[in-house]
């Protein structure tokens, strides 16, 4: 979803990467940001944080243009239907970031 947003262009693919994992344990409630993760993607947990909520806030995004081909593709029972993941309430977001 990320491919059709400019405003994550200039971020490094490792990073949208890492917190798109940390994003989905978060969601997923598969444990967090364990010193493994954060050896061999060279990230800490705090410097994803703002990035995790910027992505938690595009899955609320609906789109109501013509760019509808990626969710539509991930919304289908091949790729486990993720496009409707629903996303995280923003407080409790925060709130698990944080522990």
Do not use: I
Request: a positive charge; charged letters at 25%.
């Amino acid at each position: 979803m990320t491919l059709q947003e400019y405003d994550y262009a200039r971020e490094s693919p490792s990073k949208l990467a890492a917190s798109c994992l940390l994003l989905a344990l978060t969601m997923k409630n598969l444990g967090g940001w364990t010193p493994t993760l954060e050896y061999y993607s060279g990230y800490r947990a705090q410097d994803l944080h703002p990035l995790v909520k910027r992505l938690n806030f595009l899955l609320t995004y609906q789109p109501h243009d013509k760019l509808k081909a990626v969710r539509t593709k991930y919304s289908h029972r091949v790729f486990f239907e993720v496009a409707k993941v629903t996303p995280m309430d923003m407080l409790k977001l925060e709130e698990k970031l944080k522990s």
